[in-house]
T-cell receptor, first 111, second 115 residues
Framework: QKEVEQNSGPLSVPEGAIASLNCTYSDRGSQSFFWYRQYSGKSPELIMS????GDKEDGRFTAQLNKASQYVSLLIRDSQPSDSATYLCAVPNFGNEKLTFGTGTRLTIIP | EAGVAQSPRYKIIEKRQSVAFWCNPI?????LYWYQQILGQGPKLLIQ????????DSQLPKDRFSAERLKGVDSTLKIQPAKLEDSAVYLC?????????????FGPGTRLTVT
């Protein structure tokens, strides 16, 4: 079983709609979770972090965490063409500081 | 504040040749990471430094890859000899350290093509 799993996509969403990106992880001891955005040909950029069960909102972005189900998601409201990118889920290994990335979900916002 | 700097941005070499990448982290960041990102995959950690000491190099192919971080600032990653499967983007990242160790800031990367 992969440590961090994401659907690779591509996920196509109409402009203005809600994009929903999902991630599951295997390490039950993980305490923090991160979403990075990576535009084509660019490097990853941290956009959200979440540490507690429930929702965390930052502008049009909402991260949702369910530790019992080992599931973290990212919602993007009012999707814009500029949101088209690959979104990487990252989870630290319990007991060390190593960050494990998923393969990423490629999101395309259709105007 | 200047970001993470990397050079070169692109490199094309033949297999069995050697290559070196350079990284300058954000000023004051104690932790430095080298990742390998193969097309279509997430970044894979190769080595992590805390100041000038190695924290984790468990996924570094030590028969061909080496890295150092002299004086706890700049770092170099070397591949010798290169193989075709080393073609990837090599990303350097840095973080301030505890408690924000996971808030990593990435450089622009070096795209390596091995022919």
């Amino acid at each position: 079983q992969k440590e961090v799993e994401q659907n690779s996509g591509p996920l196509s969403v109409p402009e203005g709609a809600i994009a929903s990106l999902n991630c599951t992880y295997s390490d039950r001891g993980s305490q923090s979770f991160f979403w990075y955005r990576q535009y084509s040909g660019k490097s990853p950029e941290l956009i959200m972090s979440i540490y507690s069960n429930g929702d965390k909102e930052d502008g049009r972005f909402t991260a949702q965490l369910n530790k019992a189900s080992q599931y973290v998601s990212l919602l993007i409201r009012d999707s814009q063409p500029s949101d088209s990118a690959t979104y990487l889920c990252a989870v630290p290994n319990f007991g060390n500081e190593k960050l494990t990335f998923g393969t990423g979900t490629r999101l395309t916002i259709i105007p | 504040e200047a970001g993470v700097a990397q050079s070169p941005r692109y490199k094309i070499i033949e297999k069995r040749q050697s290559v070196a990448f350079w990284c300058n982290p954000i000023s004051g960041h104690a932790t430095l990471y080298w990742y390998q990102q193969i097309l279509g995959q997430g970044p894979k950690l190769l080595i992590q430094f805390q100041n000038n000491g190695v924290v984790d190099d468990s996924q570094l192919p030590k028969d061909r890859f080496s890295a150092e971080r002299l004086k706890g600032v700049d770092s170099t990653l070397k591949i010798q000899p290169a193989k075709l499967e080393d073609s990837a983007v090599y990303l350097c990242a840095s973080s301030f350290g505890l408690p924000s160790v996971y808030e990593q800031y990435f450089g622009p990367g070096t795209r390596l093509t091995v022919t």
